[in-house]
Each structure stands twice: as structure tokens, then as C-alpha cells.
């Protein structure tokens, strides 16, 4: 898929930005196949619940290619991304009671060749999701924001609005609190 | 921090150990380092821990939603409603509010109170909407009925 190669260099992207900012269906399109399926999976992982995150990341996605005359070239695109799908979780999450996440485990993909592997596979999984929805939100987002969407810390900072020297305390700290949780068994 | 940093102090920034100053200078130095900031990554067990939480894919839906510019209904929908129910009362505020000021307090505080359950799940407040505005109806109604009473002209 040629529209999405072509987004592997950063002025690639940017002129991507402002063709889909001036109306072009086919950079619009290239955008959203790129970006809907991460800020889906962005929001998965912060709400815990499918639904939601199908929500949030459809609702975010659709604001973000109406509002791109409003983007700011000189921050990095999925910082301000990152920035919007990050506020309209908290406004999810202050929406409603908190769901339990269980229905997640009958949604995610197998990872394992055997069904002994896929137990305990799901396993390892739900305890892994446990000890993240275990975390103050605010370092649930940063452990998001760094270990799956792969941002640094400077984007970090810059997404979340925060000081630089916040966000590292807060990753060290939610690592720490992640190991905590995982227990030693699981602790790297 | 124009050189890469040592292996020991990437080693001493990834557990957390070095001061404010240098943190912050290693930091702002992998932004644009891929080498180091690869080293640190290959570093951090955690990512291997959390690599177990697998999202799942997107539905395709979901996608053709997006590219076709629709909002999810149900936000669209909770949206109509609570202007709906906050145009309601405004506009009962403002019929009320030359003839009785009482009325017109209640519908602020209503005006509140509906900003306050925003946050709110759906029940809560469609039942909440609906009994402010059967409030303000019925207070409106009694104020108009007593109206005459107030300035003495007896029925």
C-alpha cells in the first residue's frame, strides 16, 4: 500500500497531513487506516473495555481528520494524536462506572500454537492486564505511551503536557508498581 | 548531551538512579539517538512482560465508520439529549425568570446539577434530565396559578 509507505519518513507524513488537511480523499483514507487502528488499541489498553475503545478511538478519529487545519506542524503528529485520544479516555473513564475488563479475555487473539500454550498464555495475559488496571491512571499512560505505542520520553512529555523529569519518575515508578504486582515470578 | 552517554549511565538511568539533571539530559539526548534508545529498550524486561497483553485488532467496521465521518451514535446521541434537556430549561429559566425570581434560582441550580451528572452514566442521567424538567414544569405551573394570589388580586 503505497499511501502507507510513503509514511515511513517524517516529510512524507507531514505533506501527507496537509494533502488530507485540504480535502484529498485518498490522504484522508491513508491517514485514518493508519492511525485509527493504533488509537483503538491506545484506548484498549487504557479503558480495559472493547466497546469503549471502539468508541473513543471512532469519535477521536473522526474529530482529528475534521480538525487538521487546526494541527500544529511544528509538534510531531502523534504527539497531538496521542494528546487527544489520551483526553477523551479520561473523559470516558470520568463517564461511566468502571466495567469489569473479563470480557477481554474472550476477545483477545490466540497467541499460542497449543491449547495447554493458549491457557497458559491467557493466563500470563490476564495477569498482566490485572497489574495494569492496577496502576494509577497516570501511570498506566505513560507505560501505554512507552512500552506499546513506543514514544519517548521527550514525546511523552510533550503529548501528556507534562515536565520531562514528571514523566520519568512516573515511567520508573509504574515499572517499579508493575513489578510489584507481576510478583517475582513474572518480574523482570 | 551531544555524545552518547556511557553504557553505565544508560544502565543507571534505566533503574532510575541518576539525579534530575542527567536524567533529563539523557532523556532529551535518545529523542534523537535511535542506538541508545534501542539499547535501552532491549534493556527493559518489561517489555517482554507486557508483550503478553496483546490488543486485538480493530473491527473493520470500524474503520469504514471512520472513513465515512460518522460519530459514534450513542455519544451523538447523548449529546442531543442532554442540549435538548438543557435548552428546555434555559428556556424555562428565561419565561419564568421576569416573573418569579425563585423559579428562575431553581433552574440554575437544576443547570448545575445537570452539569454534575455529565460524568455520569446514561440512567442516571436521562432519569436526572427528566426530573428537572418535570420539576421546573410543575414549579412553573404553581408559580403562574399563585402569580395572582402574589399581587393580591384574589380569584
Known amino acids: 500500500m503505497r499511501a502507507l509507505e510513503i509514511l515511513e519518513h517524517p516529510d512524507d507524513e507531514a505533506r501527507l497531513i496537509a494533502r488530507a488537511a485540504d480535502g484529498d480523499p485518498s490522504a484522508r483514507d491513508a491517514l485514518a487506516s493508519r492511525w485509527t487502528p493504533r488509537i483503538y488499541r491506545f484506548a484498549w489498553r487504557l479503558l480495559g473495555h472493547d466497546q469503549d475503545a471502539q468508541e473513543v478511538a471512532q469519535d477521536v478519529m473522526v474529530r482529528i481528520l475534521g480538525s487538521l487545519d487546526r494541527y500544529d506542524p511544528s509538534r510531531k503528529f502523534s504527539t497531538w494524536v496521542y494528546a487527544i485520544a489520551r483526553n477523551a479516555c479520561i473523559d470516558e473513564q470520568r463517564r461511566r462506572i468502571r466495567r469489569p475488563s473479563a470480557p477481554l479475555v474472550g476477545e483477545r487473539p490466540d497467541p499460542a500454537p497449543s491449547p495447554v500454550m493458549r491457557v497458559f498464555e491467557a493466563r500470563r495475559a490476564d495477569r498482566v492486564r490485572e497489574a495494569l488496571d492496577a496502576l494509577p491512571a497516570k501511570y498506566r499512560e505513560v507505560l501505554v505511551l512507552y512500552h506499546f505505542e513506543h514514544l519517548k520520553y521527550v514525546e511523552i512529555a510533550e503529548a501528556l503536557d507534562l515536565p520531562l523529569g514528571t514523566v520519568m519518575n512516573r515511567i520508573f515508578r509504574a515499572r517499579r508498581r508493575m513489578r510489584d504486582l507481576l510478583g517475582e515470578e513474572d518480574a523482570p | 548531551m551531544s555524545r552518547c552517554p556511557s553504557r553505565g549511565t544508560l544502565d543507571a538511568f534505566a533503574d532510575g538512579q541518576l539525579g534530575d539533571h542527567e536524567a533529563a539530559q539523557v532523556a532529551t539526548h535518545l529523542d534523537h539517538c535511535p542506538m541508545c534508545e534501542g539499547y535501552l529498550r532491549q534493556l527493559d524486561p518489561l517489555d517482554d512482560v507486557l508483550a503478553a497483553l496483546d ?101
Not at chain 2, 424555562?92 to 443547570?111: E, F, K, M, N
Open chain 2, 55 to 155: 490488543a486485538p485488532e480493530p473491527p473493520p467496521d470500524l474503520l469504514a465508520a471512520v472513513r465515512a465521518g460518522r460519530r459514534p451514535r450513542r455519544r451523538l446521541a447523548l449529546r442531543i439529549g442532554m442540549a435538548a434537556i438543557g435548552f428546555a430549561l434555559v428556556s424555562a429559566g428565561i419565561s419564568s425568570a421576569a416573573s418569579d425570581p425563585a423559579i428562575a434560582a431553581w433552574v440554575r441550580l437544576a443547570l448545575v446539577l445537570l452539569d454534575d451528572v455529565t460524568a455520569r452514566p446514561v440512567v442516571l442521567r436521562a432519569a436526572v434530565g427528566g426530573v428537572l424538567i418535570v420539576s421546573t414544569a410543575a414549579l412553573a405551573l404553581a408559580a403562574r396559578r399563585l402569580a395572582p394570589v402574589r399581587r393580591g388580586a384574589l380569584p
